[in-house]
């Protein structure tokens, strides 16, 4: 299947929102209470995407993945909340499960690793729930480094999340 990867505009906002929600129902089901998956809804989603898109922090990108259906996926980020020197923090990066299996996750995690090197970032960390475990695998065969969990708030009380970093951003932007 052909995919092609390109930065998000306001115009995106609602497809997003779609992706976000559709990506979020399966990839949560069971980890996140299904009240809170339920009450997720494209109105509101669409009007978070748009004032970020609309006026984007410094440093901050999204890039969207789509097929010949429209968009299937998504990566987001900016400057590391941690304010780390020189390191950025992916919030964000979602792939629809009926586009998973093709690279797609990869791609738009170093498409957007090679954004924020543009944007002079020299390390990249993200965070996932800890019991996201397809997820984990994935960062940690791209090279991530797993750190102890960590209580937050989240939907419905506290989750539990595992920050990967990558101490040198070209561990990423040199992958294919």
């Given amino acids: 299947m052909q995919h092609v990867i390109f930065p998000a505009g306001p115009g995106d906002a609602e497809d997003l929102a779609r992706v976000h929600i559709q990506s979020w129902r399966e990839t949560y ?18 009007r978070r995407f748009a004032a970020s ?32 020197a020189g390191e950025a923090e992916v919030t964000t990066l979602y792939v629809l499960r009926t586009a998973q299996g093709y690279g797609l996750g990869r791609r738009l995690l170093c498409d957007i690793a090679r954004v924020f090197a543009a944007n002079e970032a020299t390390s990249l960390m993200l965070s996932v729930l800890r019991d996201n475990i397809p997820a984990r695998g994935f960062y940690e065969h791209l090279g991530g480094q797993a750190e102890a969990p960590r209580r937050e708030p989240g939907p419905g009380g506290v989750t539990y999340e595992v920050s990967y970093r990558w101490p040198d951003i070209r561990m990423l932007t040199k992958t294919a």
């Fill in 29 to 46: 089901q069971g980890l996140l209470p299904d009240s809170f998956l339920n009450r997720m809804t494209v109105p509101v989603y669409a």
């Fill in 53 to 84: 898109l609309i006026r984007p922090g410094e440093k901050e990108a999204t890039l969207v993945a789509a097929d010949r259906s429209g968009l299937v996926g998504y990566a987001a980020g900016g400057p590391s909340r941690s304010k780390r």
